[in-house]
């Protein structure tokens, strides 16, 4: 029987089967995903939690990989940070020698101390930090939000942030407001998503529904998978490995028509700027809310849009297109990943050495290189720390890992390239 897998949002790393189950390519920008496979930075082991679904996952080392300035705490970056326009000035975590966590701005300065334990990026105008083994919210300021009380506290979406507290081996899972008001429901676990259109993906007993901000179900758990909404629409799979998608209402509005792939964790990413990447016939197209193909399948494997451009796959190379389907950077990487804030990561072919000596650089849309060819930006089917540190740009910093005096190490750099942090 197949295992019913959800993921929650976020930035997971995990593999995606291209042409709907051909081996292919494998993405760092999924929202959607598991996260069986948990690595982190060599010489860091421990027991820790899993700052994406508050499941305690044991952290294991990677014996191939040592990084200076490495950080035994798992980051994520919530999809809020791209794109979010209310947190200027932008406010970025940094860690020091101390193993401390403080924050800078954009010039590199030290603007709030280094005095956490961890500390996440800002997203809705709050970030996650954690004190002693539990987990609070600050705001812009350093103000704290929320007193670190908890198991687990994860990033704001609409207004709400997912909890997990422990009470002897048993968690309790629920929602707390910047106010501090917090409410549990029995059937909240680590299957439990954020809110997207007012609406949150829980599971209960395997199969998938919606509840509303109150914790009320309001489209019952009746999907063998289902996904967040965007756009007014969430993907959902049913028992025959096919996916449609349904409204807020829990109609289905796209049959259950589009390929699935669950076995290899194949993702579908719901609606942006209209459109959605879907599969028929082991090729990916685009199909507007109505599901009418925008362009037709014919690529081995599609992203959704973000920034205005879609990554696909074409003959083995990666490119990326606009709304209407013309290239805009003609298929060309042997690697890259969708565009956040205007820049993305990129690895041309014929470089056999990059797992050691980088090879990766970001890119801007008319596809130059910003940088040298000296990031690094892994692939596979884990969670990585490396991948999770490699957010590309977030306002006019990029947090990435770069081979600087033969040594990789975790930096800022500014849009020149320039290392504002290390």
């Known amino acids: ?11 997971f ?10 081996t292919g390519h494998e993405s760092g ?19 820790k939690d899993n700052h994406v679904t508050g499941s305690r996952t044991e952290i294991k080392d990677s014996p191939e990989t040592t990084i200076e300035n490495s950080t035994p705490v798992a980051q994520t970056t919530p999809e809020a940070v791209h794109g979010n326009t209310q947190e200027k000035p932008y406010l970025y975590p940094v860690r020091n020698n101390e193993d401390k966590w403080g924050y ?24 996650v930090i954690s004190l002693n083994g539990r987990y609070g919210v600050i705001d812009l300021e350093g103000n704290t939000v929320i007193k670190p009380q908890y198991d687990y506290i994860g990033y704001f979406s609409e207004g709400l942030a997912r909890i997990v507290q422990y009470d002897a081996d048993t968690a309790r899972h629920g929602f707390i407001d910047k106010d501090g008001n917090v409410f549990y429901k029995d059937y909240f676990n680590n299957n439990t ?21 109150n914790g009320n179900i309001v489209i019952q758990p009746e999907y063998f998978m289902a996904y967040d909404f965007s756009e007014g629409l969430a993907a959902v799979a049913n028992e025959d490995d096919k996916h449609g998608f349904i409204d807020k209402n829990g109609n289905l509005v796209i049959p259950f028509k589009f390929e699935h792939n669950l076995e290899g964790t194949y993702l579908y990413q719901g609606f942006s700027d209209g459109l959605a990447a879907v599969c028929m016939d082991g090729k990916f197209g685009y199909i507007n809310t109505k599901g009418d193909f925008v362009i037709e399948p014919r690529y081995d494997y599609a992203e959704r849009f973000s920034d205005g451009l879609a990554l696909v796959i074409a003959d083995g190379l990666y490119g990326y ?23 993305a990561f990129a690895r041309m072919p014929g470089n056999t050495d990059y797992i050691e000596t980088g090879g990766y650089a970001l890119i801007n849309k008319a596809g130059d290189f910003i940088t040298g060819e000296n990031l690094f930006y892994e692939q596979g089917g884990g969670y990585t720390f490396i991948l999770e540190w490699s957010t590309g740009f977030v306002g006019e910093l990029a947090r990435v890992v770069m081979m ?17 942090w290390e």
């Open 104 to 127: 800078i701005n954009s010039e590199g300065e030290v603007v709030i101390d280094f005095i956490y334990d961890y500390a996440g990026f800002f997203a809705d105008g709050t970030a």
């Open 193 to 213: 998503g954020d809110f997207h259109d007012g609406l949150a993906v829980f599971e209960k007993d395997l199969n998938f529904g919606y509840v509303d901000k």
């Open 321 to 343: 297109i606009d709304r209407s389907g013309n290239y805009v950077i003609e298929p060309k990487f042997a690697h890259a990943s969708s565009f956040q804030n205007d820049f």
């Open 13 to 22: 790393l995990l593999l995606v089967q291209a042409g709907c189950g051909k």
């Open 1 to 11: 029987m197949k295992t019913k897998i959800f993921v929650i949002i976020m930035l």
């Open 29 to 47: 920008t999924d929202t959607t995903g598991s996260r069986a496979d948990t690595t982190d930075i060599q010489g860091n082991t421990a027991g």
């Open 404 to 420: 600087v005096d033969n040594s990789p190490k975790f930096v800022y750099i500014n849009k020149n390239g320039d290392i504002i």
